[in-house]
């Protein structure tokens, strides 16, 4: 079958959202000729070679549009990490608060990345696949691909949703443009022959919105980071190095419970101020800093700006505790970000804040015995308890099988998608 699959973010972006098309890609390839649509904007001459190499094809578009936009944003990020940096030294000398925004940008309508349309719709054309596969986010993908096959009835559709679309638990989207934006999802799912998400949350949900059981899970998993190191042991003496490398945002995802608890018991005198860093690599950064200085913890917060993907992987690595931020708001129950699938790819507790008990992040966790609470990082740091050493979880077997038995039932649609197995 020939195959186009259609995503905005693809490497060498280094976004966790370029990371499920790069595996579906390669899996795909497996069985059937596949011709992944994405931009042009952000590919080197390198990747030209990697391209090449490839067992698939990559449509890179140009846009004269997309890539004057892709330009500025690069420019805005690097402008609103170097202010943070350099905030964050003024604050200390200063005692002074270091604000920063956050910087994430949330993928309602109307966006710029719309116009990446015209290109898109041009390379489809080109192609004439007999299936289009849209990723969300961002939505566009979704527009085009919907548009494309509404013009072209014996193309099949399949979109496959990260993240909800018009019920984003993130962002209400913005009257009138909401109502637009829920027509045109109702479309897409009316029209198309698969729909597929990351957890049993946003399954039901996506459910609910297709009338019917309809929806295909295929979870995420971490893509191959071969040139990060394995950390070494922590030398005795050292501090307890706690990591994220994500975004962060106000009372979505806020590490403050955790700086509540470190000044807590520094201020008992039950550990030292060098005893414990949380490290926090992140392109957005949110008002960490300005937290940091209001709850006294700056002393605990090392702020390593953003760094490429070999090198936030290796500082998982070399941590001791992994933290995972989500909102606790009951919408987001059903969300598994792929920061969680990365996670459990290591052999390192996960701290997670924010998804109560209910929540699928909870249960994966539990599933696999690999939650960490703020009580048992305090037994830690008391002695109490002995940092656990667990055992990595690879989702990428039965993420691949259940993604192949999807495309087959397109052929043989008695087949059950749903039947791969669980990973151990």
Same mark, same amino acid.
């Given at each position: 079958m020939r195959i186009a699959l259609l995503a905005f973010h693809f490497r060498p972006d280094e976004a966790v959202g370029a990371i499920r098309p790069e595996n579906w890609a390669n899996w795909l390839a497996e069985e059937h000729e596949v011709h992944v649509v994405t931009r042009a904007a952000g590919a080197g001459p390198g990747d030209a070679s990697a391209d090449a190499a490839a067992p698939y094809r990559v449509v890179r578009t140009r846009s004269r549009a997309i890539a004057l936009i892709e330009t500025l944003n690069a420019w805005r990020k690097?402008?609103?990490?170097?202010?943070?940096?350099a905030q964050a030294g003024q604050a200390r000398a200063a005692g002074g608060p270091a604000k920063?925004?956050?910087?994430?940008?949330? &993928?309602?309508m109307p966006c710029l990345h719309d116009l990446w349309l015209p290109s898109a719709?041009?390379?489809?054309?080109?192609?004439? =696949?007999e299936l289009v596969i849209a990723t969300h986010s961002p939505y566009i993908s979704l527009v085009t691909a919907?548009?494309?096959?509404?013009?072209? =009835?014996?193309?099949?559709l399949w979109v496959d949703f990260r993240d909800l679309w018009a019920d984003d638990h993130k962002s209400t989207g913005l009257p009138p443009f909401s109502l637009l934006e829920r027509y045109l999802e109702k479309r897409a799912l009316a029209r198309a022959e698969v729909v597929s998400t990351v957890s049993q949350g946003l399954q039901a949900a996506l459910d609910r919105s297709l009338g019917a059981a309809r929806t295909r899970l295929i979870y995420n998993c971490p893509g191959q980071c071969a040139d990060a190191a394995a950390g070494a042991p922590r030398p005795a003496g050292a501090p #307890?190095?706690?990591s994220y490398t994500g975004s962060l945002f106000d009372a979505w995802r806020d590490p403050a419970p955790l700086l509540q608890r470190l000044v807590a018991l520094r201020a008992d005198g039950r550990i030292a101020p060098d005893a414990v860093r949380f490290c926090v690599a992140s392109k957005h950064p949110g008002s960490l800093l300005e937290v940091a200085h209001r709850l006294g913890a700056e002393g605990f917060v090392d702020f390593r700006g953003a760094l490429p993907r070999a090198e936030s992987i290796a500082l998982q690595r070399q941590s001791d505790i992994l933290v995972l931020l989500e909102s606790p708001a009951p919408e987001a129950r059903g969300v598994l970000t792929?920061? #969680?699938?990365?996670? #459990? *790819?290591?052999?390192? $507790?996960?701290?997670a804040l924010g998804p109560d008990q209910h929540s699928e992040i909870s249960r994966v966790l539990e599933q696999h015995g690999r939650r960490l609470s703020l009580d048992d990082l305090e037994r830690i740091l008391d002695g109490r308890m002995s940092l656990p050493k667990q055992q $990595?979880?690879? &989702? *990428? #077997?039965?993420?691949?099988?259940q993604l192949l038995a999807a495309v087959?039932?397109? *052929?043989? $649609?008695?087949?059950?998608? *749903?039947?791969c197995c669980q990973p151990q």
């Open positions: 690097r402008a609103r990490l170097q202010r943070a940096v920063v925004g956050s910087g994430v940008l949330t &993928y309602r719709y041009r390379a489809l054309q080109s192609i004439r =696949p919907l548009l494309y096959c509404l013009n072209h =009835p014996d193309t099949k #307890l190095t706690l792929g920061k #969680l699938f990365e996670y #459990l *790819a290591t052999d390192k $507790p996960i701290l $990595p979880v690879d &989702y *990428a #077997l039965v993420s691949r099988q087959r039932s397109l *052929a043989a $649609p008695d087949r059950d998608a *749903a039947s």
